[in-house]
Protein backbone atom coordinates (compact mmCIF):
# COMPACT_ATOMS: atom_id res chain seq x y z
CA UNK A 1 0.00 0.00 0.00
CA UNK A 2 3.06 2.83 1.01
CA UNK A 3 4.65 1.91 -2.69
CA UNK A 4 0.91 2.65 -4.41
CA UNK A 5 0.52 5.76 -2.13
CA UNK A 6 4.27 7.37 -3.44
CA UNK A 7 3.20 6.30 -6.71
CA UNK A 8 0.25 8.07 -6.79
CA UNK A 9 1.71 11.32 -5.18
CA UNK A 10 5.23 11.22 -7.41
CA UNK A 11 2.39 10.86 -10.56
CA UNK A 12 0.22 14.20 -9.39
CA UNK A 13 3.27 16.46 -8.43
CA UNK A 14 5.09 15.14 -12.07
CA UNK A 15 1.74 16.47 -13.60
CA UNK A 16 1.31 19.50 -11.89
CA UNK A 17 4.60 20.48 -13.59
CA UNK A 18 3.59 20.31 -16.53
CA UNK A 19 1.29 23.42 -18.45
CA UNK A 20 -1.38 22.57 -20.28
CA UNK A 21 -0.55 25.23 -23.03
CA UNK A 22 3.01 24.48 -23.52
CA UNK A 23 6.22 22.56 -22.50
CA UNK A 24 7.49 22.39 -19.76
CA UNK A 25 10.81 22.91 -20.99
CA UNK A 26 9.73 26.87 -20.51
CA UNK A 27 10.89 27.66 -17.51
CA UNK A 28 13.77 26.92 -15.32
CA UNK A 29 12.57 26.18 -12.31
CA UNK A 30 9.48 24.30 -13.72
CA UNK A 31 11.69 21.83 -15.94
CA UNK A 32 14.59 21.27 -12.53
CA UNK A 33 11.75 20.82 -10.52
CA UNK A 34 10.18 18.49 -13.14
CA UNK A 35 13.55 16.40 -13.64
CA UNK A 36 13.80 15.83 -10.05
CA UNK A 37 10.55 14.54 -9.34
CA UNK A 38 10.63 12.37 -12.60
CA UNK A 39 13.86 10.54 -11.28
CA UNK A 40 12.30 10.19 -8.05
CA UNK A 41 9.52 8.61 -9.93
CA UNK A 42 11.63 6.76 -11.98
CA UNK A 43 12.67 4.89 -8.59
CA UNK A 44 9.38 4.22 -7.70
CA UNK A 45 8.43 2.95 -10.94
CA UNK A 46 11.56 0.33 -10.64
CA UNK A 47 10.10 -0.49 -7.22
CA UNK A 48 6.76 -1.06 -8.14
CA UNK A 49 7.59 -3.70 -11.37
CA UNK A 50 8.53 -5.87 -8.30
CA UNK A 51 4.78 -5.96 -6.92
CA UNK A 52 3.30 -5.72 -10.38
CA UNK A 53 0.33 -8.11 -11.07
CA UNK A 54 -3.15 -8.28 -12.91
CA UNK A 55 -4.88 -7.58 -9.55
CA UNK A 56 -3.65 -3.82 -8.81
CA UNK A 57 -6.67 -2.20 -10.64
CA UNK A 58 -6.19 1.50 -11.21
CA UNK A 59 -3.00 1.77 -9.40
CA UNK A 60 -1.91 0.08 -12.99
CA UNK A 61 -3.04 2.54 -14.88
CA UNK A 62 -1.75 5.70 -12.78
CA UNK A 63 1.94 3.26 -12.82
CA UNK A 64 1.20 3.44 -16.99
CA UNK A 65 0.37 7.19 -17.09
CA UNK A 66 3.85 7.67 -15.14
CA UNK A 67 5.88 6.03 -17.08
CA UNK A 68 4.17 7.66 -19.94
CA UNK A 69 4.99 11.44 -18.25
CA UNK A 70 8.49 10.22 -17.54
CA UNK A 71 9.19 9.16 -20.68
CA UNK A 72 7.68 12.37 -21.94
CA UNK A 73 10.17 14.18 -19.28
CA UNK A 74 13.20 12.39 -21.02
CA UNK A 75 11.69 13.27 -24.38
CA UNK A 76 11.80 17.15 -23.86
CA UNK A 77 15.60 16.85 -22.30
CA UNK A 78 16.57 14.71 -26.09
CA UNK A 79 17.05 11.79 -23.82
CA UNK A 80 15.91 9.97 -26.75
CA UNK A 81 16.48 6.22 -25.60
CA UNK A 82 15.60 6.64 -21.91
CA UNK A 83 12.39 8.04 -23.18
CA UNK A 84 11.43 4.80 -25.80
CA UNK A 85 12.60 2.58 -22.91
CA UNK A 86 9.78 4.48 -20.54
CA UNK A 87 7.53 4.32 -23.40
CA UNK A 88 7.90 0.41 -23.97
CA UNK A 89 7.30 -0.10 -20.02
CA UNK A 90 4.31 2.10 -20.73
CA UNK A 91 2.98 -0.01 -23.22
CA UNK A 92 3.86 -3.16 -21.71
CA UNK A 93 1.53 -2.10 -18.37
CA UNK A 94 -1.05 -0.91 -21.00
CA UNK A 95 -1.78 -4.39 -22.62
CA UNK A 96 -1.54 -6.07 -19.10
CA UNK A 97 -4.61 -3.30 -18.07
CA UNK A 98 -6.53 -4.33 -21.56
CA UNK A 99 -5.32 -7.21 -23.70
CA UNK A 100 -7.57 -5.65 -26.23
CA UNK A 101 -5.12 -2.82 -26.07
CA UNK A 102 -7.70 0.03 -25.72
CA UNK A 103 -4.85 2.31 -24.92
CA UNK A 104 -1.91 1.17 -26.35
CA UNK A 105 -2.35 3.00 -29.72
CA UNK A 106 -1.55 6.52 -28.03
CA UNK A 107 1.47 5.16 -26.62
CA UNK A 108 2.05 3.67 -30.23
CA UNK A 109 1.56 7.12 -31.84
CA UNK A 110 4.03 8.83 -28.79
CA UNK A 111 6.92 6.57 -29.99
CA UNK A 112 6.15 7.10 -33.58
CA UNK A 113 6.58 10.81 -33.10
CA UNK A 114 10.00 10.58 -30.41
CA UNK A 115 11.21 8.97 -33.86
CA UNK A 116 10.17 11.57 -36.35
CA UNK A 117 11.98 14.24 -33.78
CA UNK A 118 15.26 12.46 -34.64
CA UNK A 119 14.50 12.00 -38.00
CA UNK A 120 13.88 8.26 -37.75
CA UNK A 121 11.35 8.46 -39.92
CA UNK A 122 11.35 4.39 -41.32
CA UNK A 123 10.56 3.73 -37.89
CA UNK A 124 8.22 6.46 -36.96
CA UNK A 125 5.86 5.42 -39.90
CA UNK A 126 6.22 1.57 -38.63
CA UNK A 127 4.49 2.61 -35.20
CA UNK A 128 2.32 5.45 -36.48
CA UNK A 129 0.92 2.83 -38.77
CA UNK A 130 0.43 0.35 -35.59
CA UNK A 131 -1.41 3.70 -33.74
CA UNK A 132 -3.33 4.04 -36.72
CA UNK A 133 -4.90 0.42 -37.40
CA UNK A 134 -5.47 -0.49 -33.27
CA UNK A 135 -7.05 2.87 -32.89
CA UNK A 136 -9.69 2.67 -35.96
CA UNK A 137 -10.33 -1.17 -35.55
CA UNK A 138 -11.31 0.30 -31.41
CA UNK A 139 -12.55 3.70 -32.14
CA UNK A 140 -13.92 3.68 -35.63
CA UNK A 141 -13.39 5.93 -38.60
CA UNK A 142 -15.16 8.95 -36.99
CA UNK A 143 -13.51 9.31 -33.57
CA UNK A 144 -11.58 12.49 -32.46
CA UNK A 145 -8.51 10.18 -31.56
CA UNK A 146 -8.44 8.63 -34.81
CA UNK A 147 -7.92 12.53 -36.06
CA UNK A 148 -5.37 12.79 -33.78
CA UNK A 149 -3.60 9.70 -35.01
CA UNK A 150 -4.53 10.55 -38.62
CA UNK A 151 -2.69 14.53 -37.96
CA UNK A 152 0.39 12.67 -36.50
CA UNK A 153 0.66 10.60 -39.13
CA UNK A 154 0.04 13.86 -41.50
CA UNK A 155 2.79 15.37 -39.54
CA UNK A 156 5.48 12.57 -40.23
CA UNK A 157 4.54 12.43 -44.48
CA UNK A 158 5.55 15.78 -43.75
CA UNK A 159 8.82 16.01 -42.38
CA UNK A 160 9.46 12.98 -45.12
CA UNK A 161 8.17 15.53 -48.11
CA UNK A 162 5.68 13.16 -48.82
CA UNK A 163 3.22 16.50 -49.13
CA UNK A 164 0.28 14.80 -51.16
CA UNK A 165 -0.17 12.18 -48.64
CA UNK A 166 0.16 14.73 -45.86
CA UNK A 167 -2.35 16.69 -47.14
CA UNK A 168 -4.92 13.34 -47.74
CA UNK A 169 -4.33 12.74 -43.98
CA UNK A 170 -4.89 16.32 -42.84
CA UNK A 171 -8.43 16.22 -44.67
CA UNK A 172 -9.35 12.86 -43.28
CA UNK A 173 -8.92 14.94 -39.39
CA UNK A 174 -10.26 17.58 -40.66
CA UNK A 175 -13.53 15.46 -42.14
CA UNK A 176 -13.81 14.19 -38.56
CA UNK A 177 -13.51 17.21 -36.69
CA UNK A 178 -15.99 19.05 -38.42
CA UNK A 179 -18.59 16.91 -38.04
CA UNK A 180 -18.20 17.35 -34.05
CA UNK A 181 -19.82 20.10 -32.16
CA UNK A 182 -18.33 23.42 -33.46
CA UNK A 183 -17.77 24.66 -29.95
CA UNK A 184 -15.58 21.56 -28.75
CA UNK A 185 -13.92 21.45 -31.89
CA UNK A 186 -13.11 24.95 -33.12
CA UNK A 187 -10.03 24.72 -32.15
CA UNK A 188 -8.73 21.41 -33.65
CA UNK A 189 -10.25 22.55 -36.83
CA UNK A 190 -7.68 26.00 -36.33
CA UNK A 191 -4.89 23.35 -35.73
CA UNK A 192 -5.84 21.00 -38.93
CA UNK A 193 -6.22 24.22 -41.18
CA UNK A 194 -2.58 25.36 -39.86
CA UNK A 195 -1.14 21.94 -40.55
CA UNK A 196 -2.32 22.26 -44.38
CA UNK A 197 -1.26 25.74 -44.35
CA UNK A 198 2.70 24.77 -43.57
CA UNK A 199 2.52 21.64 -45.94
CA UNK A 200 0.85 24.03 -48.96
CA UNK A 201 3.91 26.53 -47.61
CA UNK A 202 6.56 23.67 -48.49
CA UNK A 203 4.84 23.19 -51.38
CA UNK A 204 5.29 26.68 -52.46
CA UNK A 205 1.65 27.34 -52.85
CA UNK A 206 1.86 30.68 -50.62
CA UNK A 207 -1.72 32.09 -51.53
CA UNK A 208 -3.56 29.02 -50.77
CA UNK A 209 -1.38 28.95 -47.43
CA UNK A 210 -2.40 32.36 -46.62
CA UNK A 211 -5.66 30.79 -47.11
CA UNK A 212 -5.92 28.38 -44.56
CA UNK A 213 -3.61 30.05 -42.11
CA UNK A 214 -6.33 32.95 -42.10
CA UNK A 215 -9.17 30.82 -41.56
CA UNK A 216 -7.13 29.04 -38.54
CA UNK A 217 -6.69 32.78 -37.26
CA UNK A 218 -10.59 33.78 -37.41
CA UNK A 219 -11.44 30.84 -35.87
CA UNK A 220 -8.91 31.37 -33.05
CA UNK A 221 -9.50 34.97 -32.37
CA UNK A 222 -13.57 34.50 -32.30
CA UNK A 223 -12.86 31.24 -30.17
CA UNK A 224 -10.28 32.93 -27.68
CA UNK A 225 -10.36 36.54 -28.24
CA UNK A 226 -6.92 38.30 -29.81
CA UNK A 227 -4.85 38.02 -26.43
CA UNK A 228 -4.57 34.11 -26.59
CA UNK A 229 -1.50 32.11 -27.11
CA UNK A 230 -2.67 30.28 -30.10
CA UNK A 231 -4.42 33.28 -31.60
CA UNK A 232 -0.61 34.94 -31.15
CA UNK A 233 0.42 31.58 -33.14
CA UNK A 234 -1.76 32.27 -35.87
CA UNK A 235 -0.48 35.97 -36.45
CA UNK A 236 2.71 34.55 -36.10
CA UNK A 237 2.11 31.98 -38.61
CA UNK A 238 0.57 34.23 -40.97
CA UNK A 239 3.33 36.42 -40.48
CA UNK A 240 6.27 33.95 -41.94
CA UNK A 241 3.29 33.59 -44.93
CA UNK A 242 3.78 36.88 -46.19
CA UNK A 243 7.38 37.42 -45.40
CA UNK A 244 7.66 34.73 -47.83
CA UNK A 245 5.33 36.75 -50.13
CA UNK A 246 7.64 39.79 -49.35
CA UNK A 247 4.31 41.50 -47.74
CA UNK A 248 7.07 42.69 -45.42
CA UNK A 249 4.38 45.63 -43.93
CA UNK A 250 1.92 43.46 -43.21
CA UNK A 251 4.31 40.54 -42.08
CA UNK A 252 5.57 43.57 -39.15
CA UNK A 253 1.75 44.12 -38.07
CA UNK A 254 1.34 40.51 -37.72
CA UNK A 255 4.34 40.03 -35.98
CA UNK A 256 3.79 43.01 -33.41
CA UNK A 257 0.24 41.37 -32.84
CA UNK A 258 2.11 38.04 -32.03
CA UNK A 259 4.19 39.49 -29.49
CA UNK A 260 1.60 42.04 -27.85
CA UNK A 261 -0.59 38.85 -27.50
CA UNK A 262 2.60 36.60 -26.16
CA UNK A 263 3.60 39.18 -23.80
CA UNK A 264 -0.38 39.73 -22.16
CA UNK A 265 -0.18 35.67 -21.62
CA UNK A 266 2.89 34.86 -19.96
CA UNK A 267 4.84 38.34 -19.82
CA UNK A 268 7.90 39.10 -21.44
CA UNK A 269 10.26 35.82 -20.71
CA UNK A 270 8.98 32.90 -23.01
CA UNK A 271 10.07 30.84 -26.08
CA UNK A 272 6.88 31.95 -28.02
CA UNK A 273 8.45 35.49 -27.46
CA UNK A 274 11.81 34.40 -28.06
CA UNK A 275 10.53 32.91 -31.49
CA UNK A 276 8.48 35.80 -32.56
CA UNK A 277 11.69 37.88 -31.88
CA UNK A 278 13.43 36.11 -34.08
CA UNK A 279 10.96 35.83 -37.11
CA UNK A 280 10.51 39.97 -37.20
CA UNK A 281 14.08 39.83 -37.73
CA UNK A 282 13.56 37.98 -40.71
CA UNK A 283 11.72 40.24 -41.91
CA UNK A 284 14.27 43.20 -41.40
CA UNK A 285 16.80 40.70 -43.03
CA UNK A 286 14.93 40.23 -45.85
CA UNK A 287 14.59 44.39 -45.93
CA UNK A 288 18.08 44.47 -46.06
CA UNK A 289 17.56 46.08 -42.74
CA UNK A 290 21.00 44.21 -40.96
CA UNK A 291 21.41 46.23 -37.88
CA UNK A 292 17.48 46.33 -37.08
CA UNK A 293 17.49 42.41 -37.89
CA UNK A 294 20.84 41.78 -35.68
CA UNK A 295 18.95 43.58 -32.52
CA UNK A 296 16.09 41.43 -32.58
CA UNK A 297 17.72 38.31 -33.18
CA UNK A 298 19.66 39.22 -30.11
CA UNK A 299 16.61 40.18 -27.93
CA UNK A 300 15.52 36.43 -28.82
CA UNK A 301 18.93 35.07 -27.67
CA UNK A 302 18.82 36.76 -24.48
CA UNK A 303 15.07 35.49 -23.60
CA UNK A 304 16.30 31.98 -24.82
CA UNK A 305 19.60 32.50 -22.34
CA UNK A 306 17.05 32.89 -19.01
CA UNK A 307 15.06 30.21 -19.74
CA UNK A 308 17.13 27.24 -21.00
CA UNK A 309 20.43 26.42 -20.91
CA UNK A 310 22.17 27.73 -23.91
CA UNK A 311 22.65 23.94 -25.51
CA UNK A 312 19.18 23.90 -26.77
CA UNK A 313 17.98 22.93 -30.42
CA UNK A 314 15.96 26.38 -30.43
CA UNK A 315 19.14 28.83 -29.21
CA UNK A 316 20.98 26.90 -32.33
CA UNK A 317 18.05 28.02 -34.40
CA UNK A 318 18.76 32.19 -33.40
CA UNK A 319 22.40 30.95 -33.79
CA UNK A 320 22.13 29.94 -37.42
CA UNK A 321 19.58 32.89 -37.89
CA UNK A 322 22.57 35.50 -36.69
CA UNK A 323 24.56 33.41 -38.96
CA UNK A 324 22.77 34.72 -42.09
CA UNK A 325 22.66 38.28 -41.02
CA UNK A 326 26.10 38.16 -41.19
CA UNK A 327 26.69 36.54 -44.34
CA UNK A 328 24.16 38.76 -45.97
CA UNK A 329 26.39 41.49 -44.95
CA UNK A 330 29.36 40.04 -46.43
CA UNK A 331 31.10 39.78 -42.73
CA UNK A 332 31.16 35.93 -43.61
CA UNK A 333 34.05 35.14 -40.35
CA UNK A 334 31.29 36.07 -38.08
CA UNK A 335 28.70 34.12 -40.28
CA UNK A 336 30.80 30.91 -40.00
CA UNK A 337 31.24 31.39 -36.14
CA UNK A 338 27.84 31.69 -35.44
CA UNK A 339 26.79 28.63 -38.13
CA UNK A 340 29.57 26.62 -35.75
CA UNK A 341 27.73 27.46 -32.45
CA UNK A 342 24.66 26.39 -34.22
CA UNK A 343 25.99 22.83 -34.95
CA UNK A 344 28.00 22.46 -31.75
CA UNK A 345 24.39 22.43 -30.07
CA UNK A 346 22.36 20.56 -32.29
CA UNK A 347 25.33 17.78 -33.17
CA UNK A 348 24.90 17.55 -29.11
CA UNK A 349 21.71 17.71 -28.68
CA UNK A 350 20.48 16.11 -31.36
CA UNK A 351 22.86 13.65 -32.71
CA UNK A 352 25.43 13.61 -35.96
CA UNK A 353 23.03 11.68 -37.60
CA UNK A 354 19.90 14.30 -37.41
CA UNK A 355 18.40 16.40 -40.63
CA UNK A 356 18.68 19.44 -38.02
CA UNK A 357 22.24 18.56 -38.28
CA UNK A 358 22.59 18.32 -41.98
CA UNK A 359 21.30 21.96 -41.99
CA UNK A 360 24.23 23.35 -40.30
CA UNK A 361 26.70 21.56 -42.07
CA UNK A 362 25.50 22.98 -45.81
CA UNK A 363 24.85 26.50 -43.62
CA UNK A 364 28.53 26.37 -43.32
CA UNK A 365 29.46 25.07 -46.80
CA UNK A 366 27.94 28.12 -48.15
CA UNK A 367 29.85 30.21 -45.83
CA UNK A 368 33.13 28.63 -46.89
CA UNK A 369 31.71 29.35 -50.60
CA UNK A 370 30.98 32.90 -50.27
CA UNK A 371 34.82 32.88 -48.27
CA UNK A 372 36.25 31.33 -51.79
CA UNK A 373 37.28 28.25 -49.49
CA UNK A 374 35.75 25.42 -51.65
CA UNK A 375 37.21 22.57 -50.78
CA UNK A 376 36.27 23.19 -47.49
CA UNK A 377 33.04 24.11 -48.69
CA UNK A 378 32.50 20.71 -50.34
CA UNK A 379 33.40 18.56 -47.57
CA UNK A 380 30.77 20.59 -45.53
CA UNK A 381 28.68 20.20 -48.11
CA UNK A 382 29.09 16.42 -48.70
CA UNK A 383 28.62 15.75 -44.64
CA UNK A 384 25.20 17.15 -44.97
CA UNK A 385 24.46 15.56 -47.89
CA UNK A 386 26.14 11.96 -46.69
CA UNK A 387 23.10 12.27 -43.64
CA UNK A 388 20.13 14.15 -46.16
CA UNK A 389 20.25 11.00 -48.84
CA UNK A 390 20.64 8.38 -45.61
CA UNK A 391 17.56 9.75 -43.60
CA UNK A 392 15.00 11.78 -46.26
CA UNK A 393 16.57 10.06 -49.18
CA UNK A 394 17.96 10.80 -53.07
CA UNK A 395 14.51 12.97 -53.52
CA UNK A 396 13.81 15.08 -51.09
CA UNK A 397 13.43 18.36 -51.22
CA UNK A 398 16.40 19.02 -48.82
CA UNK A 399 18.65 16.44 -50.51
CA UNK A 400 18.24 18.67 -53.79
CA UNK A 401 19.61 21.92 -51.91
CA UNK A 402 22.72 19.95 -50.60
CA UNK A 403 23.10 19.27 -54.71
CA UNK A 404 22.62 22.41 -55.48
CA UNK A 405 24.91 23.74 -52.83
CA UNK A 406 27.41 21.19 -54.25
CA UNK A 407 26.94 22.69 -57.83
CA UNK A 408 27.65 26.18 -56.75
CA UNK A 409 30.62 25.45 -55.23
CA UNK A 410 31.70 23.61 -58.84
CA UNK A 411 30.57 26.68 -60.83
CA UNK A 412 32.65 28.80 -58.51
CA UNK A 413 35.87 27.09 -58.99
CA UNK A 414 34.47 26.97 -63.09
CA UNK A 415 34.27 23.74 -63.25
CA UNK A 416 31.54 23.41 -65.23
CA UNK A 417 30.70 20.00 -66.14
CA UNK A 418 30.57 19.03 -62.24
CA UNK A 419 28.44 22.01 -61.80
CA UNK A 420 25.87 20.90 -64.44
CA UNK A 421 25.92 17.43 -63.30
CA UNK A 422 25.24 18.59 -59.39
CA UNK A 423 22.15 20.91 -60.43
CA UNK A 424 20.51 18.40 -62.45
CA UNK A 425 20.62 16.29 -59.93
CA UNK A 426 19.23 19.45 -57.59
CA UNK A 427 16.90 19.74 -60.79
CA UNK A 428 15.68 15.98 -60.76
CA UNK A 429 15.04 15.58 -57.04
CA UNK A 430 13.05 19.00 -56.97
CA UNK A 431 10.69 18.19 -59.61
CA UNK A 432 9.99 14.77 -58.47
CA UNK A 433 9.35 16.15 -54.27
CA UNK A 434 7.99 19.56 -55.39
CA UNK A 435 6.57 19.37 -58.74
CA UNK A 436 7.57 20.82 -61.71
CA UNK A 437 6.29 24.45 -60.63
CA UNK A 438 7.44 24.87 -57.67
CA UNK A 439 9.71 27.86 -56.97
CA UNK A 440 12.27 25.72 -55.77
CA UNK A 441 12.55 24.19 -59.14
CA UNK A 442 12.70 27.82 -60.68
CA UNK A 443 16.18 27.75 -58.45
CA UNK A 444 17.36 25.03 -60.28
CA UNK A 445 16.84 26.14 -63.66
CA UNK A 446 18.24 30.29 -62.86
CA UNK A 447 21.52 27.81 -61.37
CA UNK A 448 21.88 25.59 -64.70
CA UNK A 449 21.38 28.35 -66.88
CA UNK A 450 24.07 30.70 -64.28
CA UNK A 451 26.55 27.59 -65.97
CA UNK A 452 25.62 28.33 -69.40
CA UNK A 453 26.04 31.84 -68.78
CA UNK A 454 29.18 31.36 -67.85
CA UNK A 455 29.98 29.13 -70.84
CA UNK A 456 28.63 32.17 -72.89
CA UNK A 457 26.25 30.09 -74.02
CA UNK A 458 23.85 32.78 -73.68
CA UNK A 459 20.82 31.57 -75.98
CA UNK A 460 20.46 27.86 -73.51
CA UNK A 461 20.59 30.12 -70.70
CA UNK A 462 18.26 32.59 -71.77
CA UNK A 463 15.98 29.24 -72.59
CA UNK A 464 15.93 28.29 -68.61
CA UNK A 465 16.22 31.35 -67.18
CA UNK A 466 12.82 32.12 -69.07
CA UNK A 467 11.54 28.75 -67.75
CA UNK A 468 11.98 29.93 -63.78
CA UNK A 469 10.42 33.25 -65.09
CA UNK A 470 7.47 31.67 -65.92
CA UNK A 471 7.19 29.58 -63.10
CA UNK A 472 8.18 32.62 -60.77
CA UNK A 473 5.07 34.37 -62.47
CA UNK A 474 2.92 31.86 -61.34
CA UNK A 475 3.96 31.33 -58.03
CA UNK A 476 4.86 34.87 -56.71
CA UNK A 477 2.92 37.05 -59.07
CA UNK A 478 4.73 39.77 -61.70
CA UNK A 479 4.99 42.21 -58.57
CA UNK A 480 7.64 40.32 -56.57
CA UNK A 481 11.43 40.64 -55.65
CA UNK A 482 11.80 36.94 -56.49
CA UNK A 483 10.00 37.65 -60.00
CA UNK A 484 12.06 40.46 -60.39
CA UNK A 485 15.18 38.58 -60.11
CA UNK A 486 14.27 36.57 -63.55
CA UNK A 487 13.40 39.93 -65.43
CA UNK A 488 16.67 40.97 -64.41
CA UNK A 489 18.21 37.36 -65.45
CA UNK A 490 16.69 38.13 -69.06
CA UNK A 491 17.15 41.01 -68.99
CA UNK A 492 21.70 39.92 -68.62
CA UNK A 493 21.02 37.64 -70.91
CA UNK A 494 19.58 39.58 -73.50
CA UNK A 495 22.56 42.02 -72.74
CA UNK A 496 25.06 39.87 -73.36
CA UNK A 497 23.76 38.91 -76.83
CA UNK A 498 23.61 42.56 -77.79
CA UNK A 499 19.84 43.04 -78.29
CA UNK A 500 19.95 46.14 -75.29
CA UNK A 501 16.00 47.33 -76.62
CA UNK A 502 15.09 43.94 -75.01
CA UNK A 503 17.22 43.85 -72.41
CA UNK A 504 15.86 47.28 -71.52
CA UNK A 505 12.36 46.15 -71.27
CA UNK A 506 13.53 43.57 -68.82
CA UNK A 507 16.20 44.92 -66.69
CA UNK A 508 13.40 48.28 -65.93
CA UNK A 509 10.90 46.02 -65.31
CA UNK A 510 13.37 44.50 -62.57
CA UNK A 511 13.93 47.81 -61.29
CA UNK A 512 10.59 49.49 -61.12
CA UNK A 513 9.50 46.13 -59.09
CA UNK A 514 12.26 46.22 -56.73
CA UNK A 515 11.88 50.14 -56.27
CA UNK A 516 8.22 49.25 -55.21
CA UNK A 517 8.49 46.48 -53.17
CA UNK A 518 12.41 46.57 -51.51
CA UNK A 519 12.88 50.20 -51.97
CA UNK A 520 15.69 52.45 -52.96
CA UNK A 521 18.61 51.58 -51.01
CA UNK A 522 18.65 47.49 -51.35
CA UNK A 523 21.26 45.68 -52.69
CA UNK A 524 19.14 44.15 -55.00
CA UNK A 525 18.16 47.69 -56.04
CA UNK A 526 21.40 49.28 -56.27
CA UNK A 527 22.13 46.19 -58.42
CA UNK A 528 19.14 46.99 -60.71
CA UNK A 529 20.66 50.79 -60.84
CA UNK A 530 23.92 49.53 -61.79
CA UNK A 531 22.49 47.02 -64.70
CA UNK A 532 19.95 49.54 -66.23
CA UNK A 533 23.18 51.92 -66.53
CA UNK A 534 25.39 49.76 -68.07
CA UNK A 535 22.77 48.90 -70.71
CA UNK A 536 21.79 53.06 -71.33
CA UNK A 537 25.78 53.12 -71.86
CA UNK A 538 25.68 50.57 -74.76
CA UNK A 539 22.41 52.50 -76.31
CA UNK A 540 24.62 55.47 -76.06
CA UNK A 541 22.12 57.23 -73.92
CA UNK A 542 24.90 58.63 -71.91
CA UNK A 543 22.92 60.73 -70.01
CA UNK A 544 20.61 58.71 -68.60
CA UNK A 545 23.50 56.50 -67.84
CA UNK A 546 25.22 58.76 -65.81
CA UNK A 547 22.18 59.24 -63.82
CA UNK A 548 21.88 55.61 -62.62
CA UNK A 549 25.61 55.15 -62.59
CA UNK A 550 26.37 58.37 -59.76
CA UNK A 551 23.07 56.90 -57.77
CA UNK A 552 24.79 53.37 -57.80
CA UNK A 553 27.59 54.80 -56.27
CA UNK A 554 26.72 57.07 -53.88
CA UNK A 555 24.38 54.42 -52.27
CA UNK A 556 26.82 52.34 -52.70
CA UNK A 557 29.60 54.54 -50.83
CA UNK A 558 26.96 55.99 -48.20
CA UNK A 559 24.75 53.57 -47.21
CA UNK A 560 26.59 50.15 -47.41
CA UNK A 561 29.94 51.78 -46.77
CA UNK A 562 31.86 49.72 -49.28
CA UNK A 563 35.23 50.23 -50.11
CA UNK A 564 36.01 52.47 -52.96
CA UNK A 565 37.91 49.48 -54.89
CA UNK A 566 34.63 47.50 -55.26
CA UNK A 567 33.08 50.53 -57.34
CA UNK A 568 36.60 51.10 -59.87
CA UNK A 569 34.32 49.65 -62.80
CA UNK A 570 31.60 52.06 -62.67
CA UNK A 571 34.12 54.87 -62.01
CA UNK A 572 35.60 53.91 -65.35
CA UNK A 573 32.34 53.78 -66.61
CA UNK A 574 31.57 57.35 -65.27
CA UNK A 575 35.03 58.73 -66.58
CA UNK A 576 34.13 57.71 -69.91
CA UNK A 577 31.06 59.06 -70.55
CA UNK A 578 32.67 62.55 -69.23
CA UNK A 579 35.08 61.79 -71.40
CA UNK A 580 32.39 61.50 -74.63
CA UNK A 581 30.20 64.48 -73.51
CA UNK A 582 33.62 66.41 -73.22
CA UNK A 583 33.45 67.80 -69.62
CA UNK A 584 37.16 66.50 -69.34
CA UNK A 585 37.35 68.28 -65.55
CA UNK A 586 34.78 65.92 -64.34
CA UNK A 587 36.74 62.94 -66.32
CA UNK A 588 40.08 63.42 -64.31
CA UNK A 589 37.85 63.59 -61.05
CA UNK A 590 36.87 60.04 -61.37
CA UNK A 591 40.16 59.21 -63.34
CA UNK A 592 42.21 60.65 -60.23
CA UNK A 593 39.58 58.29 -57.83
CA UNK A 594 40.88 55.17 -59.89
CA UNK A 595 44.51 56.32 -59.42
CA UNK A 596 44.08 57.12 -55.89
CA UNK A 597 42.86 53.48 -55.19
CA UNK A 598 45.34 51.47 -57.05
CA UNK A 599 47.40 53.54 -54.70
CA UNK A 600 46.41 52.43 -52.16
CA UNK A 601 46.78 48.84 -53.14
CA UNK A 602 50.09 49.04 -53.86
CA UNK A 603 50.86 50.01 -50.36
Same mark, same amino acid.
Given at each position: MENNKWLKICFDMMYDYIPSDSSFNENKEVKEKF??????????????????????????????HLCNGIAYGHQE??????????????????????????????????????????????????????????????????????????????MIHHEMGNYDEALDLNLKALA??????????????????NNMAVIHFDKGNLNKSVELYSKALAIREKAFGINH??????????????????????????????LSASEFVWGVIHPNIASYCDNLASVFNEQGKYKMALE?????????EEIYDMEHPSVAT???????????????????????????IKEKMLGIQHPETATSYDNIGSVCTNQQKY?????????????????????????AISYGNIGLVYYWQNNYDEALKWHHKSLIAREKSLGKNHSDTALSYSNIALVY?????????????? #?? $???? @? %??? &??? +? =????? !?? *?? /??????????????????? #?? $???? @? %??? &??? +? =????? !?? *?? /??????????????????? #?????? @???? &???????????????????????????????KKIENIAEDDDE
Open positions: INISEHAEDVCLHFEKLLNDETGMNIVVYSCFKYESALQWYLKALVIENIIDKENHGSHLIYSNIAMLYSEQGLYEQAMDWIKKAVEIGVAINGEEHPDTAISYSNFAIREKMPNNENSADIAYTYHLTANSYNNLAVAFIQLEKYDEAIELMKKAWHFKAMKIYTCSNIALVYDNQGNYDDSYEWNLRALNDEALSWHIKGLSIREEILGKEHSDTSAREDYKKALELHL #KS $LKIR @E %KSF &GEE +H =PTTAL !SY *ND /VGNMYFYEDDYDRASEYLF #KA $LHIR @E %KTL &GDI +H =PDTVD !SY *NN /VALNLFYQEKYKESLEFLI #KTVTIK @EQVF &GEEPYENVNMYKVIAKIYELSNNFEKRDEYL
